[in-house]
Each structure stands twice: as structure tokens, then as C-alpha cells.
Nanobody
């Protein structure tokens, strides 16, 4: 069983910063991808940023230059540093990971429970 546990959400003023963390635990043979999605009320879930096992990163256009994704491979943890936050960044942020639990098992997609980020004065 694999679990993703997120932390770091909260309330911040416009222009402020937050750092999200997501730790994967359980039966993990390899991790192909870890990333962050977000979902605002009434909107579809969308990719914010992701990082592959190779180290390659992807960012949504609306966060480029403001958010940075990084990882600690030894701890199976991914971080999202969010700077210059805007009210439109308000959403529930979900950690996502593509993980192979055992050497012979297929890659599977896992989700965290979500953490609320609210940007408001």
C-alpha cells in the first residue's frame, strides 16, 4: 500500500509564499513521476508542476517564474515552493505520484488527500 501525505497549505496574503511538501510511503520500488495538481471550486483539476525520475520538470504556464518544484529522492518527497501568490492560486492542491510498488508490478497512479491553499487579504 502506498500513501501520499501532503503538508504546508494555509492562508497567505497576495504576494506571499508557501511551501508544500508531499511524502510517499509504503511499498515503493521506484517512482517515475511526482507532481502537484490543483482544483478550484467549480473548475477541473489541472496540473501545476511535475518532476520526473530523470529530473526533468514541467510547469503550467500560469505558475512559471513563480513556483518551483523539487524533490528529495532519498526521502521520496516532493516540494512545491510557491512565491508571488495570487488570489487566483486559491485551490485545493493535490500531490500525484506514479509509482511501481514492486519490481514486477506495473506503474500505478496515486493521489494525496489534498491541502487547501487560500490567497486572500
Amino acid at each position: 500500500q502506498v500513501q501520499l501525505v501532503e503538508s504546508g497549505g494555509g492562508l497567505v496574503q497576495p504576494g506571499g509564499s508557501l511551501r508544500l511538501s508531499c511524502a510517499a510511503s509504503g511499498s515503493i520500488f521506484s517512482i517515475d513521476f511526482m507532481g502537484w495538481y490543483r482544483q478550484a471550486p467549480g473548475k477541473q483539476r489541472e496540473l501545476v508542476a511535475g518532476i520526473r525520475n530523470s529530473g526533468n520538470t514541467d510547469y503550467a504556464e500560469f505558475v512559471k517564474g513563480r513556483f518551483t518544484i523539487s524533490r528529495d529522492g532519498a526521502k521520496n518527497t516532493v516540494f512545491l515552493q510557491m512565491n508571488s501568490l495570487k488570489p487566483e492560486d486559491t485551490a485545493v492542491y493535490y500531490c500525484n505520484a506514479v509509482i511501481r510498488a514492486f519490481n514486477s508490478s506495473p506503474m500505478r497512479n496515486y493521489w494525496g488527500q489534498g491541502t487547501q491553499v487560500t490567497v486572500s487579504s
